[in-house]
């Protein structure tokens, strides 16, 4: 059984960095396309972006100046970076498998973290 | 980006009744080269992630009861769960897969009344 479980700080700083990665545990990070996603307080869920295992991406254009995604096959992980984060960027932030190719929904999500932007 | 409403934003049902959720695409989310819509539901409980529920806008995933069901074509989409249980209480999400970047509905709440 595949699951998911994002880690990194709770806490960043106005204009600092936020860095997120998600272990994926029972099965590979190989031929599947990795999203994350996420829900600011009271909003709906957001798609933030997809890396593929080959290293090919595709984020949401909202986002894409401030996201870099990456992969670190050995460890079975994949890891998000916004830049610059302000108090907009405050939610939940998910990690999430694509079921099957690049359009396809997600069949395996991660718990979620919060992360909250705050001085 | 293609905009998704759900309808209502709340929903109160009565246990073993039907509840009905609505999503409208503001574009065709079909794909006429596979018969495809590109549209998916998840149903979202506190302190836990999404679920996926149904895909292809009709197709259950592996594990989902039978009294879930999805419908619709084009641009409108219909939610269906049959004799609702209490452990159906959640949120439910539509999602469009169709075209970058992905997007969600707001959201129906769905409770017990």
């Known amino acids: 059984q595949v699951q998911l479980q994002e880690s990194g700080p709770g806490l960043v700083k106005p204009s600092e960095t936020l860095s997120l990665t998600c272990t994926v545990s029972?099965?590979?990070?190989?031929?599947?396309?990795w999203s994350w996603i996420r829900q600011p307080p009271g909003k709906r869920l957001e798609w933030i972006g997809y890396?593929?295992?080959?290293?090919?991406?595709n984020y949401n254009p909202s986002l894409k100046s401030r996201v870099t995604t990456s992969l670190d096959r050995s460890n079975n992980q994949f890891s998000l970076r916004l830049t610059s984060v302000t108090a907009a960027d405050t939610a939940v932030y998910y990690c999430?498998?694509?079921?099957?190719?690049?359009?396809?929904?997600?069949?395996?999500w991660g718990q979620g973290t919060l992360v909250t932007v705050s001085s | 980006d293609i905009v998704m409403t759900q309808s209502p934003d709340s929903l109160a049902v009565s246990l073993g009744e039907r509840a009905t959720i609505n999503c409208e695409s503001s574009?065709?989310?079909?794909?006429?080269?596979?018969?495809?819509?590109?549209l998916a539901w998840y149903q979202h409980k506190p302190g836990q992630p999404p679920k996926l529920l149904i895909y292809?806008?009709?197709t259950r995933e592996s594990g989902v009861p039978d009294r879930f069901s999805g419908s619709g074509s084009g641009t409108d989409f219909t939610l269906t769960i049959d004799s609702l249980q209490a452990e159906d209480v959640a949120v439910y999400y539509c999602q469009q897969y169709h075209s970058m970047p992905y997007t969600f509905g707001q959201g129906t709440k769905l409770e017990i009344k």
């Open positions: 890396m593929y295992y080959s290293g090919s991406t």
């Open positions: 029972g099965g590979s990070i190989m031929s599947y396309y």
């Open positions: 574009q065709s989310i079909f794909f006429s080269s596979n018969n495809k819509n590109y």
């Open positions: 292809w806008a009709s």
């Open positions: 999430a498998r694509g079921l099957s190719g690049f359009y396809s929904p997600h069949d395996k």
